[in-house]
C-alpha cells in the first residue's frame, strides 16, 4: 500500500468508525424511551499497524459493532428484589382484605365479622340478664337473638374468608398462561441469541430477553443461570427448570383438594411457588398459609362456643321441664374444621333454654350463671372466648404489619436498583463514580438517622415510657 | 428568658414518626441532601431531649412533652422496623454496586467474559 493511499486509509476508517459510532448514539437516543432498551457502546478495535519505510505506524481503528451497558449481576439483583416486592405486595393485598372483615363496624349490614367480640360480650351478658328472671320469655328471646348475631357474624366472616381464598386461587391459576408466554419468549430469544451472538453480546435480543425475565420475575420466583454460547437457564427458586437449552417447560395447572395445584411435567411444584417469590407466591401464600390459619381460629373459636353451650344447656332443666335434654342452641360441630362457616342458631322455641340447674325447678337461675360464667373461663383452647378472639385478631394485625414492612423494603431496594441500572445504563464512567458516591452519603445519613431516632426511643423509655424497636 | 424557654421545650409538632416514614422515603429514592437534613433534624431533637432530661414541661394542650414523646415512639415503632429493613436492604445493595465497581475497575480477576469461555478443568480428586 502506498504511503498516500495508507494516510488516506487510516482516515477513512476513523471517518468510518467515527460514523458508526455516531449511528450507534443515534440508535441510543431513537430508543431513549422504550421500556427495556439498554444503551449501547460503540466497539472500537485497533487496526493492525502499517509497516512504511521500517516505521510503524498506527492504522487507526474499526467499529466492530455495539455493547449494551449492562450489568447481569445488576439486573439479577433486581429481579430478585423485584420478585419479593411483587410476593410482598400480592399477599399484602389480600391480608388488608382480610383484615377488613375483622375490624369493627367495617362490614356490610349482613357480614359484620368485625363484631364478634361485642357479640359474644352480648351473648354471655344475655344469660347474665336471664338469671335475674329465668322465666322471663323477653329475657329468653333475647338469649336466641343474640346467638343468633355472633352465629351470623361468625359464619359470615368464616364465608368472607372462603370467598377470597376462590378469588386468590382464581388469580393465581390466571398467571399460569401469562408464565407460559414470557417462558415461550425467553426459549425463542435464547435460540436467537445463541445461534447469533453465542459470543458477544446480542443486543436488543438481550434487552429483549431481559425484559422477559424482568417480567417474569414480578409473577414467579425465578433464578437465571449463564450457560455457554451467551444462553441462559431459568429455574424456578427451587431448581425445577423453566428454560433450558432453547426449549421452555410449560406450567399446567389441576385440581387438588379443591384448589388450584402447578406441575411442570409430573411434578407438583405449588409448594416452592409459594415459597419463591412473584405474585403467584403471594397469591399462593395468603391462599394456602395465611387465610387457612385465620379460618383455622375461627373454626376453633364457632367449635368451643357451641359445643360448650350445648353441653351446659343438655345438663340444666327448660322452662318445659325437660331435664338433661333440653336440645342444642347452636348446631352442633362434629368437627374443628368448617365449624365457623357452618355455625348457626338451631333452637327456635326460647322455652327450651335451660336456665335451671339439673333436677331443680323452672324457676331456678343456676344453670344460665353457668353459661354466663363460660365468658370468663378459658374453654377456647385455654382462654376465654373473648381473649381468644382478640389474640387471633391481634396476631393477624401482627402478620399484615411484618408483611407490610417486607413490601416497603422490597419497594425501596427495587426502586434504588432501577436508579442505579438507569444510571449505569446511561452514564459515563464519572457520572457513574458520582451516582456510586450519592449511594454511600445517602446509605450513611440513613444509618445516622436510625441510630439517634433509635436513641430518641431510648430515652423516651428512660422517661418510663414502654417503645419497642426491634 | 421567653426565648431561652422556648429553646429548652420540646419540638413540639416534630412527629417522630413523620420523620421515620420520611427517611425511609428519602433512602428510597436515595435523596443523600434529603437525609442528612433530617440527620440533622434527629440531631437537634436528640439536644433537646438531652437538655430537658429530668424536667417535666407542660404543653399548650395541658399535656407532659414526655408523655407525648413516649406516644410519638409508640407510633413510630412500626415506621422503624421498616426504616431497618430498607437500610439492610440498601446495605445489600450497597454491596453489589461495590462490587460491580471493583469488576469494572478491573480490580477483581474474573469477568463475564472469562466466565463465558470458562471449562472445567480435570478434577483434581476421585478420578482413580
Redesign the interface.
Known amino acids: 500500500m502506498g504511503t498516500i493511499n495508507a494516510a488516506f486509509s487510516i482516515m477513512t476508517q476513523a471517518l468510518d468508525a467515527d460514523q458508526a459510532a455516531l449511528n450507534v448514539v443515534a440508535n441510543n437516543v431513537a430508543n431513549a424511551n422504550t421500556l427495556g432498551y439498554t444503551t449501547e457502546t460503540p466497539n472500537y478495535q485497533e487496526n493492525q499497524p502499517l509497516e512504511i519505510g521500517g516505521v510503524s505506524y498506527g492504522d487507526g481503528v474499526t467499529e466492530t459493532g455495539a455493547t449494551s451497558v449492562r450489568?447481569?449481576?445488576?439486573t439479577e439483583?433486581l429481579n430478585q428484589?423485584q420478585q419479593v416486592a411483587s410476593s410482598t405486595g400480592a399477599q399484602l393485598t389480600a391480608l388488608n382484605t382480610v383484615q377488613a372483615l375483622f375490624t369493627p363496624d367495617s362490614g356490610s349490614s349482613s357480614a359484620q365479622a368485625g363484631d364478634i367480640s361485642s357479640d359474644l360480650t352480648g351473648f354471655f351478658n344475655s344469660f347474665s340478664s336471664l338469671e335475674a328472671n329465668p322465666a322471663n320469655n323477653s329475657l329468653r328471646e333475647e338469649v336466641l337473638s343474640s346467638a343468633s348475631t355472633l352465629a351470623s357474624d361468625v359464619s359470615n366472616a368464616a364465608a368472607g374468608l372462603n370467598s377470597q381464598r376462590s378469588a386468590l386461587d382464581q388469580e393465581a391459576g390466571g398467571v399460569t398462561s401469562q408464565v407460559n408466554s414470557l417462558t415461550g419468549a425467553i426459549a425463542q430469544l435464547d435460540q436467537q441469541i445463541q445461534s447469533t451472538s453465542p459470543?458477544a453480546d446480542a443486543g436488543t435480543l438481550e434487552d429483549q430477553r431481559q425484559q422477559d425475565l424482568s417480567q417474569l420475575s414480578q409473577l414467579i420466583g425465578v433464578n437465571q443461570i449463564?450457560t455457554?454460547n451467551?444462553g441462559i437457564s431459568v429455574t424456578t427458586t427451587a431448581g425445577q427448570p423453566l428454560v433450558s437449552e432453547g426449549q421452555s417447560f410449560q406450567l399446567t395447572t389441576g385440581s387438588v383438594n379443591g384448589v388450584t395445584h402447578f406441575f411442570v411435567g409430573g411434578a407438583d411444584i405449588t409448594a416452592e411457588l409459594a415459597s419463591g417469590g412473584g405474585q403467584l407466591g403471594g397469591y399462593l401464600t395468603a391462599r394456602d398459609q395465611d387465610i387457612p390459619n385465620v379460618l383455622g381460629s375461627l373454626d376453633q373459636l364457632a367449635f368451643s362456643v357451641s359445643t360448650q353451650v350445648n353441653a351446659l344447656n343438655n345438663a340444666g332443666t327448660d322452662l318445659a321441664g325437660d331435664n338433661g335434654n333440653a336440645g342444642d342452641i347452636f348446631s352442633e360441630p362434629a368437627l374443628v374444621a368448617g365449624s365457623a362457616a357452618a355455625m348457626s342458631v338451631v333452637m327456635t322455641d326460647p322455652n327450651h333454654i335451660a336456665a335451671a340447674g339439673a333436677g331443680m325447678g323452672t324457676g331456678d337461675n343456676s344453670n344460665a350463671t353457668a353459661m354466663a360464667a363460660l365468658a370468663n373461663q378459658a374453654i377456647v383452647n385455654g382462654a376465654t372466648p373473648t381473649n381468644y378472639y382478640a389474640n387471633f385478631v391481634s396476631q393477624l394485625g401482627a402478620t399484615v404489619?411484618n408483611v407490610?414492612?417486607?413490601n416497603?423494603?422490597?419497594?425501596?431496594?427495587v426502586?434504588?436498583?432501577q436508579?442505579?441500572n438507569n444510571a449505569?445504563s446511561s452514564v459515563n464512567?464519572n457520572d457513574?463514580?458520582s451516582a456510586?458516591s450519592?449511594?454511600?452519603?445517602?446509605?450513611q445519613?440513613?444509618?445516622?438517622?436510625?441510630t439517634?431516632?433509635?436513641?430518641?426511643?431510648a430515652?423516651?423509655?428512660?422517661?418510663?415510657?414502654?417503645?419497642?424497636?426491634? | 428568658m421567653d426565648g431561652m424557654r422556648e429553646m429548652n421545650r420540646p419540638r413540639e409538632g416534630l412527629e417522630?414518626r413523620a420523620?421515620?416514614a420520611e427517611?425511609?422515603?428519602?433512602?428510597?429514592?436515595?435523596?443523600?441532601d434529603r437525609?442528612?437534613e433530617?440527620?440533622l433534624a434527629?440531631?437537634a431533637?436528640?439536644r433537646d431531649?438531652?437538655s430537658n432530661?429530668g424536667t417535666q414541661q407542660m404543653q399548650s394542650d395541658g399535656r407532659r412533652s414526655?408523655?407525648t414523646?413516649?406516644?410519638?415512639?409508640?407510633e413510630?415503632?412500626?415506621g422503624?422496623?421498616?426504616?431497618?429493613?430498607?437500610?439492610?436492604?440498601?446495605?445489600?445493595?450497597?454491596t453489589?454496586?461495590?462490587?460491580?465497581?471493583q469488576?469494572?475497575e478491573g480490580k477483581i480477576e474474573y469477568s463475564?467474559a472469562q466466565?463465558?469461555g470458562w471449562t472445567p478443568s480435570e478434577p483434581d480428586y476421585g478420578d482413580n
Do not use: K, W
Open positions: 450489568d447481569r449481576v445488576l439483583r428484589q459470543n449463564t455457554e451467551n404489619e407490610q414492612t417486607e416497603t423494603a422490597a419497594n425501596a431496594s426502586t434504588q436498583l436508579t442505579q449505569l464512567l457513574e463514580a456510586m450519592t449511594f454511600e452519603r445517602s446509605y445519613a440513613a444509618s445516622q438517622v436510625f439517634m431516632l433509635n436513641t430518641i426511643m430515652s423516651v423509655l428512660n422517661l418510663g415510657e414502654q417503645a419497642t424497636v426491634s | 417522630i420523620v421515620v427517611a425511609s422515603q428519602a433512602l428510597a429514592r436515595l435523596d443523600a437525609l442528612e433530617l440527620a434527629c440531631q431533637l436528640n431531649l438531652a432530661a414526655d408523655e414523646l413516649a406516644r410519638q415512639a409508640r413510630a415503632a412500626g422503624m422496623r421498616a426504616f431497618r429493613r430498607v437500610l439492610d436492604a440498601t446495605r445489600a445493595n450497597l453489589v454496586m461495590r462490587r460491580l465497581r469488576l469494572r463475564e466466565a463465558r
